[in-house]
């Protein structure tokens, strides 16, 4: 099976958690499902949620917390 990403759905700045002082979403190795929240892209001071749109374990992130990022790139790599 080849791996599967998860997008930013919109450019803006990458947060793997709600909060400074909260949990990420998500963890390496945490298994996600379609409609899982693993971030939020904030542009212009509105959060705007990533979800997932496929399951799998969530294998690495290939951005940092605070990225700047662009739509359609992606964020996350998950394994079967």
């Known amino acids: 099976m080849s791996d599967k990403t998860i997008k930013a759905p919109l450019p803006g700045t990458f947060y793997r958690q709600a909060d400074p002082n909260a949990d990420p979403f998500v963890t390496e190795g945490d298994e996600v499902e379609p409609g899982d929240v693993v971030g939020l ?4 001071k509105s959060f705007h949620e990533v979800k997932s749109e496929d399951s799998g374990v969530v ?3 290939l951005v940092e917390n605070e990225d700047t990022v662009e739509a359609g790139q992606d964020l996350a790599v998950l394994g079967g």
Request: proline letters at 0%.
């Open 41 to 44: 892209v904030e542009i212009m």
């Open 59 to 61: 294998e690495r992130f």
